[in-house]
């Protein structure tokens, strides 16, 4: 079993930053597929960017190419979200995920474990 726990969501103007930490509770920490997703009101939860186990490859959604930057720190057990240029639809509920891999995973369904959650909410 792995838990994790996000934080470093909050309220920021358009134009803002945020970035975001999940922690995770496992010795095993680098041998996880990291990936971060999120879900805004009425909608599915949607891939935002995901790494692999030792950060070599990393990948994201078409709508946050070039805005934010997934990054891991292995002997922290952590895994960052850094989220520049935010805009008013980047509003949603971020969930931290991790699937024992190696290779970059998008899809939502082959992630076995997730966190609670955190707000992010980007006001116009």
């Known amino acids: 079993q792995v838990q994790l726990v996000e934080s470093g969501g909050g309220v920021v103007q358009a134009g803002g930053s945020l970035r975001l930490s999940c922690a995770a509770s496992?010795?095993?920490?680098?041998?996880?597929?990291m990936a971060w997703f999120r879900q805004a009101p009425g909608k599915e939860r949607d891939f935002v960017a995901a790494?692999?186990?030792?950060?070599?490859?990393?990948h994201y959604g078409d709508s946050v190419k070039g805005r934010f930057t997934i990054s891991r720190d292995n002997a922290k057990n952590t895994v960052y979200l850094q989220m520049n240029v935010l805009k008013p639809e980047d509003t949603a509920v971020y969930y931290c995920a991790a699937k024992n891999a190696y290779a970059v995973i998008t899809s939502r369904t082959s992630y076995p474990y997730w966190g609670q959650g955190t707000q992010v909410t980007v006001s116009s």
């Open positions: 496992t010795r095993t920490f680098s041998s996880y597929v």
């Open positions: 790494i692999s186990w030792r950060g070599a490859t990393t």
